[in-house]
Every structure is written in structure tokens, then in C-alpha cells.
């Protein structure tokens, strides 16, 4: 299974009714995709959108229907259209249940960094900030090595997001929480031993007796 995939289906299981839901660039916008057409989420895009449905087909694009990258979408019965200062007041608010985001690296303690590499042309901050500091739970979707170098760092090299740790890190080869503040190895991918998973991960992992496997 295609390492994307993974994650966002990961992801999707993470959902409950009724949770007004962001997706950032990337990665999360996949989560959509996975979502049991049974459960009801809200999906806000930070650029004014509650409701936010499949990519439209060809030729049905609406060039003011986009999502956080840029990239048409379109809007579901009942959506609910907004300024941008009003999208920041419910981000802002605490409103968000919850917020999926990409991420460069994620460091022990749950620290996020996801915005900027010094040195690179970067377009700035964008929403991160506010995600991570204002919505209710914070869940990263990432792969977890990229170039062969762990993600999963013992201390963020970066430039960090937020003060605030995240939730949950969801990757083609694990999901990570931080009870107490510590990286904990909660379920491994499909077809994935505990053992390669420490071996690409530069972070200390507390690992419990017995990890499950994800269930995709």
C-alpha cells in the first residue's frame, strides 16, 4: 500500500461525528478520502470554508473553491462560506475538534516543527501556528523517514511551530502519542516490526509490552 495512503487511512480512524475537522497541505488533504460515508465531519479549509467536498471534475472548478494549498475543491449542501478573519476566530476560538497537519520534524516531546527550513524561499507561516496552539487535538501526518533520516528527532532542528506539543504523529510506519510527555510507539503499519521502527527513529521511544498493528 502506497505510504500516503497508509497514513491518511490511519488518520481517518482518529474522526467522530459531528468534529468540525481542518486539513492542512499535503498528506491531510488525503484523510478526506478515507472518511466512512457514515460518519458526519465538517471540514473547514482555513481560507473561509465549512463543508468542503471532493475535487470537483474537470471543467466544474469554482477558482474561488480552494483549499489551503491553492487546489480546487468544492462544497457540500448546507457549507458555510467566510473572510478569513472569521476562519482565524474559529481556529483562534478553540473551535477546531481537530487539525492534521504535515510536518519536517517532530522531536520527543511532541514539538512540531513544519514551516520552514532555514536558507529555503518558504511562502511564511500560513495557518500553522494557529492550528497547533488553538485547535483542540493536533494529529501530524508525515512519513517518517524522508532520505533515509528520521523525522522523528531527539530535539527539532528547525524552527518550531508552537510552544505546544502535538497529539498524536501518524507515519507510514507508526502512530506516536507523548503520555506525560514521551514519544510512545503506540501501533505499528502493516508488515512493520518494532525493531525497524526504532531503527529509523532518532527519538527515544517508550515502548509499551505490546504494540499492536494498525487495522486499515
Known amino acids: 500500500m502506497d505510504p500516503q495512503i497508509i497514513i491518511a487511512r490511519r488518520v481517518a480512524q482518529e474522526l467522530r461525528s459531528g468534529n468540525l475537522v481542518n486539513l ?28 468542503t467536498g471532493p475535487i470537483p471534475e474537470q471543467g466544474m472548478a469554482h477558482p474561488l473553491l480552494t ?22 476566530g474559529l481556529i483562534r476560538g478553540g ?7 504535515g510536518g519536517l520534524q517532530v522531536d520527543a ?18 495557518g500553522a501556528m494557529d492550528l497547533v496552539s488553538g485547535a483542540k487535538r493536533v494529529i501530524v501526518a508525515m512519513q517518517h523517514a524522508a532520505k533515509g533520516k528520521s523525522k522523528i528527532v531527539a530535539k527539532c532542528s528547525l524552527p518550531l511551530t508552537s510552544a505546544r506539543p502535538v497529539n498524536l504523529v501518524v507515519t507510514d510506519m507508526a502512530v506516536i502519542g507523548f503520555p506525560d510527555g514521551k514519544a510512545t510507539l503506540l501501533e ?5 516490526s518494532v525493531g525497524e521502527v526504532l531503527a529509523l527513529t532518532e527519538a527515544e521511544l517508550t515502548i509499551p509490552d505490546h ?5 486499515l
Open 67 to 88: 483549499d489551503a494549498g491553492g487546489r480546487p475543491i468544492s462544497a457540500l449542501p448546507g457549507a458555510a462560506t467566510f473572510d478569513s478573519a472569521m476562519s482565524f
Open 188 to 192: 505499528t503499519a502493516p508488515g512493520v
Open 95 to 101: 473551535h477546531v475538534d481537530i487539525t492534521v497537519l
Open 211 to 215: 504494540v499492536p498493528e494498525m487495522k
Open 24 to 51: 492542512g497541505i499535503g498528506i491531510p488533504t488525503l484523510v478526506a478520502n478515507y472518511v466512512p460515508s457514515d460518519l458526519k465531519v465538517f471540514f473547514q479549509s482555513e481560507n473561509g470554508l465549512i463543508g
Open 109 to 126: 516531546h511532541g514539538l512540531l516543527a513544519n514551516w520552514m527550513i532555514p536558507g529555503k524561499m518558504v511562502p511564511g507561516m500560513g
